[in-house]
């Protein structure tokens, strides 16, 4: 298992506060800080079907623009996949998204659980798994890792009822790619 690591560059030691602009940013990227209930609360709010579609264009959001994030991760980072878990797991941690530990599974498959997820807890009690910006993550980052499209899905949610919540990430099969 691996776990963040305070040997690397530390986020919150890049984010560049400008006041005068009104704006947090690492290099080209802007920030911002939302509360995570009035975020979920949106998602909590919607029709069942209306949620369903909004979560996983969520999902696709975060995944394309953290894929950004993960590529200049994995081009900047020495160390191959060990030291990119540890820097996944630092920047989650220190933008306020939960403590994660990442698994390499069999077959290619990655596993990152996650405590305190502050999705889960933003949207409160779910008969589903609500942590799609995770969700994104972590198949952006199996895509990083794996070196191929990759599909993720939350398998149990703190929302739901479980202890923590946990994503399985992996490769995409080419049927897969086509059916999509």
Partial sequence: MIVASTTLQCFADRLVRDAERGELRDGET?????????LMGMFSR????ARGEALAAL???VAEAGGR???RYRET???GPAALFEIFAETAAQLGWGVWTFAPLADGE?????????FAEGFGPSSLPVCA???GMAATIAENILGQPAVAEETRCVAAGAESCRFIARGRHPQQRRSR
């Avoid at 802007?30 to 009035?38: A, F, G, M, V």
């Avoid at 990655?110 to 502050?118: E, H, K, T």
């Fill in 59 to 61: 999902t696709a959001a």
């Fill in 77 to 79: 980072t020495p160390g």
């Fill in 69 to 71: 994030s993960a590529a």
């Fill in 110 to 118: 990655l596993c990152l659980d996650v405590a305190n997820s502050p």
């Fill in 30 to 38: 802007r920030y911002l800080l939302l509360r995570p209930d009035s």
């Fill in 133 to 135: 910006a995770i969700t």
């Fill in 46 to 49: 919607l029709a069942a079907q």
